[in-house]
RNA sequence: GAGGAUGUAGCUCAGCCGGUUAGAGCGCAAGUUUGUGGCACUUGAGGUCGGGGGUUCGAAACCCCUCAUUCUCCCCA
């Protein structure tokens, strides 16, 4: 016999949970629908070439591989094996992976079915994703994207639009959020105007964290990247006024950073007056990792709980041109659906009718009420109301603790006597009370 | 990749410096109640103390190794 175990950073969801994970499926989901986005799927796995080198270097080791089937050491070069160079063996024993995300596999499947697509192309995919990541809190390593893209289009009302879905979306799930949002070309701005435009990604990364290690640490940061004391002191002088219009001047000589301010500054008139349910502020620290988003760029952090984003996305000028398909733009965003469960834990705001799997248990006494009962159950389903028969007749402590503990709010007996009068005894779980009614009555009270 | 923490009953954990048959709460099963759950009481089942090795008269406890989980940093949803 073997100890029955998971692998690290991936979780079973018994019934409650999986209820309460489809309940923010369904929210997001009915939102993409709303703004026109059309369902999308694709392989859970990918071939490595089409993953490899998106999600830069750590990125690449975070991919899940896929080991080749058959006797794939038999062709594999004996000079790498005998090496032990992993890096170098990888490809010659594997040919696909897990993916990584669910943007990739899009910007993919957009170049394959180019000919098919009308664009502007709005897709949403509700899919998990795989990362070999060190799990802790808050991070898995499968989890659920819940993506909504537009490709095709460099209209900045789809960064508006994607705005007020992110809005929508946690307004019903009750999650009051900050929606951060930034524009790549200002970040550049900044490293031009500070002249160290080839260390932007390390500039980046250090200012990113200016809310988690505050300013001394960001000095640290940039200093320990070898980031000139200079430049480090304009940073400093630009982090500390972060509105659009106090970096106009700073970007007088930065025709980019300009065009970046410009492209914010349209999204949110867009917005003006339009009231949004939460916050959506501006925030020139916001990075983002990932390398291939080259416009705006959103953050989405919960109001009162410490847990990281619940969702991100960006504008990506060129996300189609390392498969052979230059020059389409798009912009997506994602939501985290598993930190969004965690989120919506800590601040207990699932819905309680989640709990309850059918609204009343049919129970019997014998044999021959058994039968009734099951004649019963079948005609309020017939109806369209989900219900239950316990399958064992005769103990009815049993049969009420069953009830009890699935949370079924109403039981129905049926014994001898409501048998011979075609009728059944309903007693609320709650209450305590009992009633002897007609099923037409019980059908009626639960709504058929 | 770097660094901490924790592994004892189905679950959450107690078990202090090594010392008799390893405990509690919850849960589970049966009963008090053969047409009525939650409450109460009674009884019961259930443990290779993560695994391996070592120290010792004696190890759940101390040491080493190993496996697993978890948290932090890096990075991210």
Redesign the pocket.
Known sequence: MQ?P?????T?DFGPEQSRRRAYIFETVRTVFIKYGFQPLETPAMENLSTLTGKY?E??DQ?LFKILNNGDFLKNADPDILTTKNSARLVPEISKRGLRY?LTVPFARFVVMNRHALTFPFKRYQIQPVW?A?????????E?Y?CDADVIGSESLQYEAELVQIYDEAFAKLHIPVQIKINNRKALFGIAEAAGITDRFTDMT?AI??LD??GMDGVRRELTDRGIPAAATELLEKILSAPSINALRPVFAASETGLKGLEELDRVFRFLEKLPLQNDLVFDITL????SYYTGCIF??VAKGVSM?????GGRYADLTGVFGMPGLSGVGI???A??IYDVLEALACFPKSLTTSVPVLFVA?DDATHAYAFECVSRVRAAGIPAELYPEP?????Q??Y???LNIPL?A?A????MQNKTI?V??????E?R?MALEELMTTLGA
């Open positions: 100890k175990g998971l692998p690290e950073g979780r830069g750590e990125g975070l995300d990362r990541d060190r799990p802790q809190k808050g991070r898995y390593r989890f994207q990364v990113d964290k988690k290690i990075a983002r990792g990932l953050e989405v990281g984003s619940i969702g991100g994602s939501f985290g598993d930190r006494l005769g103990k009815l402590k049993k009420f603790e009830a009890a503990k039981v007996i014994g001898e006597t409501e005894a007693k609320n779980q709650q209450s305590g009992q002897t």
